[in-house]
Structures are given as structure tokens and as C-alpha cells.
């Protein structure tokens, strides 16, 4: 696969996850998506569809990292890139554990997570991270504009990402805006990704 064309698999990666998530949340008559996780969706008998959408979209992250190696102007930012994308191909395969009461007739939280979801937690964790830490390492760059945009994404990002995962451990303040909370959170970051595969194939 050529260079561009593994670019271009990180600037579609985003929007492709973004408009899958909505679709099956809008589907779904008991999903609350101010409160309840995106990753939430991957549960109940049409769980298969958000299982589909963290595998294609870590895939997709996974060569546009493979092409940020080749082309772009740091090996360290590719490498977290990738794993951002194993991280994405890791939540898929395993999938979470119910959480904020969703499924209907489950607790708001587990009194003690399963391996899988615990599994899931840990991709998700270490691809969050990564993501956020890659904002800062292609902030490094002669263009003022897009550092200044880098950091901001990656402190943003970072900081929603905590409230979202403080309401899904049920704190009171936030737990009914945790759905809305991680939302902003992945625009924020994929919006970024995006950009940055832009920002790559027109230099």
C-alpha cells in the first residue's frame, strides 16, 4: 500500500467511528448518550456493529501509523500512534463491562469487573494515553498554529478523558454526563488524528 493511500486511512479513521457510534446510539431505545459509554454500544444483540466499528478503525489507525513511520517527521509520534490503534483494536476484542445502568437491569457499577472488561479497560487506558502523549511529541514543528493546536488537543483531550472516566466510576457530579463527556473527548482526539493525516499528505 502506498504512502498516501496509509495517510489517508488516518484522516477517514475518525469520522468512520464517529458516524458509526452515533447511528447505533440513535438505534437504541434504552442508550442514553449523555450517560452511557460509547464502548457501552459493543453490548446486547446488536453489540456486534461497535465490535466492528473499535477492529476497522484500529486498523485503520494502525496503517496510517505505519505510514506517519515512513513519511512523517517522527518515528516516536508513529509509534504512538500505533498504539492508539492497538489500543482501539484491543477495546474492540474485548468488550466491556456494563456500566451507569446498561444494559437495562445491570448495576451502575460491577462490585468486581470481569477479566474481559477489565482487559478493555486496560487497552483503552494505554490507547487514551498514547493518543494524548502523540499531541504533544507532533506539536514540535515550525508552524506556531499547529503546535499551539496540538497542545491544547492533548491537554483537552487528557482532561475529558479523566471526567469521563470519573463518572463511570459513578461519581455524583458527573456520572449522567459521562456519555457526553467521553464524546467530546474522541472528537477531540480524532478531530486532531485527523488534521494531522491532512497536515502530512499536503507536505
Partial sequence: MG????LACGMAAGPLFTVAYLLEGASRVDYKPFRHPVSSLALGRAGWAQTVNFLFTGLLSLLFAVGLWRTGPSHWGALLIGV???GLL?????RTDPVSGYPVGTPDQLQRPTRVGALHD???IIGFLALAVACFVFAMS?????????????V???????LASAAFTQHQRWVDLGGLIQRLSLTIGWTWQTLLAVRILHT
Fill in 3 to 6: 504512502n498516501q493511500a496509509l
Fill in 84 to 86: 492508539w490503534a492497538v
Fill in 90 to 94: 484491543g477495546a474492540g476484542a474485548c
Fill in 122 to 124: 486496560l487497552f483503552s
Fill in 142 to 154: 515550525n508552524s506556531l498554529g499547529w503546535a499551539l493546536y496540538s497542545i491544547a488537543s492533548g
Fill in 156 to 162: 483537552l483531550f487528557a482532561t475529558t478523558m479523566a
